[in-house]
């Protein structure tokens, strides 16, 4: 019974994290990672490549979001400055030539927040201004 | 019998099957000449086909792939195209090793994979033919990424043990110590590939060969070297793609330089340009090569005899069905992606033969101008 409780008040804090600055996540994206290291910031290059599959000088690996999910439309918009369709072809070679895997997808934000709580070096974007719980760190800003 | 069913599901977890199909429908608005297996009718089994891949994680760095693919058309390759270990000792660094396809030009080792590019066929005048479509042996790929661009270089070496059908002929294919070197640059919405292929290559076609030996045991040692299809093959490549929200830019130029009887020396390029409209695409391409082939020798006397007489006869028949050529090709197609993994694709191609031999169409009549329009739909899928 306990358990249940304690599993029902964490939903509602990370549901409380996701939705409680929703006015202000509509129009732009941050990446957010679980990182002991609070000081690393990323550019856009480099957050570009870190989700298109290529190295970076940091443990992070990278986690996405669904393709219709709108935080996503954003940050293909805003980051990778590519069209979905373009994405799911270079995945589709990445794959098939055995060089690159696309990043883990999860539902929604909350199981992708939920998902970078718990794993380190994990790195996901978010929609802007949404409050981070103090574990993670938000490494790029779109300016 | 209790800890089973967990280790099995451990197994399938690590264990991943995919897959990619294409259906492609071709038709030739000219009754007088075909090419490339299509004519004047519509035709759904030149370049339909299906491919699948299972991928095994053996250990955290180390896994296993095979893909096979099942092919519809005359020249008829189905089987294994890739089986290759994967052993990545850093995150830069990437090693595969085992059966993989060759890296030659830009959209070498994915044309199977309709579902990765735009065009329905990709730019004949380029990617018509090449010597060496799979190798067996080792591959390696660093990747560096800096703050504002990033650099991969690959390269590989192995040989080629294989047998090929081109244009219905069968091609025992050899190649030793083929290897190439593959430099790729990306700079904002811009990626800059260069890169050189080599490898000694031997190609048996029967008919040929015997016909060569004959030729060679009566002493016509030139005309039997002229029909010699042992010798290196080179390739070099350089292409540069722009690709952003609303627009896109591909081009590349390639050289072969060769010296079998079989395979001329080929300059190609495609220029193509296009705009996006998610998930609509549509574009336009120009694609251009010349093919020279090696001289042919007038070494055996006419009139002498009349075995001698057959001979020159035969030889001449052979060189017939060869000659330099230049062709051109103007497209224009789109795209429309109608979920994440399935897209439709059409595409109006005028093929043109521009001066010389023919070189473009596989068969044709009298009155055939040299000229045909080539229209193409498809559908394409990954799963």
């Known amino acids: 019974m306990g358990i249940l409780v304690k599993k029902y008040l964490a939903c509602l804090v990370l ?34 490549s870190l989700f298109m599959g290529g190295v970076i000088p940091y443990q992070l690996k990278a986690v996405a ?79 | 019998m209790i800890i089973m069913p967990t280790v099995q599901a451990e197994v399938l977890d690590d264990l991943e099957f995919s897959g990619f199909a294409r259906i492609v429908a071709g038709y030739i608005d000219d009754e007088h000449a075909e090419f490339n297996g299509y004519e004047n009718k519509v035709s759904l089994n030149q370049q339909s086909l299906i ?52 890296p030659v030009f830009s959209y070498s080792d994915f044309s199977d994979v309709g579902f990765a590019y735009n065009w329905v066929s990709l730019p004949q005048q380029v990617y018509q033919q090449f010597l060496f479509p799979n190798f067996d042996g080792l591959h390696a790929n660093y990747e560096h ?62 008919e040929l060969s015997d016909f060569s030996d004959i030729l060679r ?47 001329p020396d080929s300059n190609g390029y495609f220029v193509s340009g296009g705009l996006n409209f998610s998930p609509f695409s549509i574009y336009a391409s120009v694609s251009r090569d010349t093919n020279k082939y090696s001289a042919s020798v007038s070494e055996i006397p006419i009139g002498a005899n009349a075995q001698l007489d057959q001979l020159a006869f035969g030889y001449q028949e052979i060189v017939s069905l060869i000659g330099s050529n230049s062709t051109v090709s103007y497209s224009i197609g789109g795209r429309w992606d109608y979920r994440d993994n399935l897209a439709f694709k059409a595409q109006a191609t005028l093929l043109k033969e521009r001066d010389g031999y023919h070189g473009l169409f596989t068969y044709r009549d009298q009155t055939f101008d040299g000229k045909a329009m080539f229209y193409q739909l498809a559908l394409e899928w990954v799963f």
């Open chain 1, 15 to 48: 549901w409380y994290f996701v939705f409680s600055t929703a006015a202000h996540a509509a129009q732009s994206v941050m990446v957010v990672a679980n990182t002991g290291d609070q000081s690393i910031q990323l550019n856009r290059q480099q957050v570009r």
């Open chain 2, 51 to 102: 491919g699948l891949q299972v991928d095994y994680q053996i250990i955290d760095n180390l896994s296993a792939t095979a893909q096979v693919i099942g092919r519809t058309g005359d020249d008829n390759d189905s089987g294994i195209e890739w089986l290759y270990l994967t052993y990545a000792p850093t995150k830069a660094l990437r090693l595969k090793l085992g059966r993989q396809r060759t």
């Open chain 1, 65 to 143: 979001l669904p393709p219709e999910n709108h935080t996503r439309v954003l940050f293909n918009t805003k980051i990778i400055g590519l069209t979905e369709s373009r994405i799911q072809s270079y995945w589709a070679q990445m794959r098939f030539t055995g060089r690159k895997r696309a990043p883990r997808e999860f539902e929604n934000e909350t199981s992708l927040l939920q998902f970078l709580l718990r794993n380190v070096g994990a790195t996901g974007y978010l929609p802007a201004g949404m409050d981070v719980p103090e574990q993670l760190t938000v490494i790029y800003t779109i300016p």
């Open chain 2, 145 to 206: 990424i800096g703050e504002n661009v990033s650099l991969s270089v690959e390269a590989y070496f192995g040989e080629i043990d294989r047998k090929y059908m081109f244009q219905g002929d069968s091609l025992n294919v050899n190649v030793d110590n083929i290897h190439g070197i593959v430099s790729t640059l990306g700079y904002e919405s811009w990626t800059l590939r260069a890169s050189y292929h080599r490898g000694d290559v031997d190609v048996t076609q029967q």
């Open chain 2, 217 to 263: 045991g009566v002493g016509f040692t030139q005309s039997a070297d002229s029909l010699t299809n042992v010798g290196e093959a080179e390739f070099y490549q350089l292409s540069a793609f722009y690709e952003d929200l609303d627009y896109f830019f591909r081009s590349e130029v390639t050289r072969l330089r060769t010296e079998l009887f079989l395979a």
